[in-house]
């Protein structure tokens, strides 16, 4: 199965990542070398856009005070003019295919207005990379899948290291070293856990967690509703007690992606679901006490593991798509590129 194959491929290809980073992002580097820009924005559609939202998160979590600020937007709201953007911003442009239609056009727009613009994306010879000044080109990664599940988690992780390079932050080495390895952990932890639940029992799921783990539960939503057409939500943690609560039932699997700062607040929350009926499954470096664990072996509470926490809600998309006798390679209403 194409899908899955290319989730169990992933191990592979952030080690590709991480071996050719500074071949991958010369050009980029090069490019704003002894640049002051205003701000750097990241700018997707789909996935993409969850993306953008989650490496935007890392810049600004990362940056001293004194240094611009990160945004980031969908390709509509910046193609069709819904957001304006300081001419003296870098915009970096995500975009697998490097096709889609609004992404490629906002960065033509951007590209018209005088910003400095940056493509991330897996295609050479793409849009993309001809409107773009420079381009990020991760051509070892050759999806044939509609859903994006490697070329999320490789694009997310070039640019989330870019991020670290550009603001000479000093983990950069061992971030490099330490993603590929914990992928490969992550993945078989996934894997053992969920196989250890009864798929066919949950029919909605809820993906809780903050600022970059909200970036990746909202690509965990993508990734089980593009393939199993289940019901799903993601709030922040503590949001979940402001009326989404209402809705849990004994068919509630809900994956907890805690952060150590609140810690203690979203085990409370973990027993409150399992109390209400539901079952949940707590996702992060640290263990949580009485609830199933799978453990995201990081040393840092930088949130940069955010992208490899999307890894069991691609799993649990695709295993429960297979429960219900769907295909996941070929997933309902979609097609692999949306072009207006
Ligand atoms: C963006 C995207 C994908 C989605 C589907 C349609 O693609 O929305 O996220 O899974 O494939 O296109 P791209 O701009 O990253 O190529």
Redesign the pocket.
Known sequence: MLTLDEINAQPDKLLTVGERFSELTKEALDFLKGTDFSEIDFV????????AMGVSMQFNRIRKKKEPVSNFFS?SEVAFGLRDIDKDAVVVG???????TE?VLAMRRCKEAGIKTIGI???SDSS?TKVCDVNVVLDFVNEKS???TQ??TA?AFVASALVRKLLGDSTLQGYLQIIPESCESVLEESQKVIERLNIKAYEHFVFLGYEEYYAAALEGV?KVM?TSLCEVDAFQTMEYRHGPKSKVTQKTLALILSNSMLKEEEEKMASEIEKLGGKAVNVSDKQMNNILNVIVPYNSDDFGDWFLRVIPMQILGVKKAISKGLNPDE?KN?????KL
Not at 94 to 100: A, C, F, P
Request: glycine share 12%; aromatic share 6%; with cysteine.
């Open positions: 997707g559609c789909g996935t993409s856009y969850n993306l390709g995500i975009s697998r295919s490097g096709e889609s992404t994306t897996c295609e993309i509609v859903v994006m070329s999320f694009m993508t593009e997933p979609l097609t692999k590129v949306v």
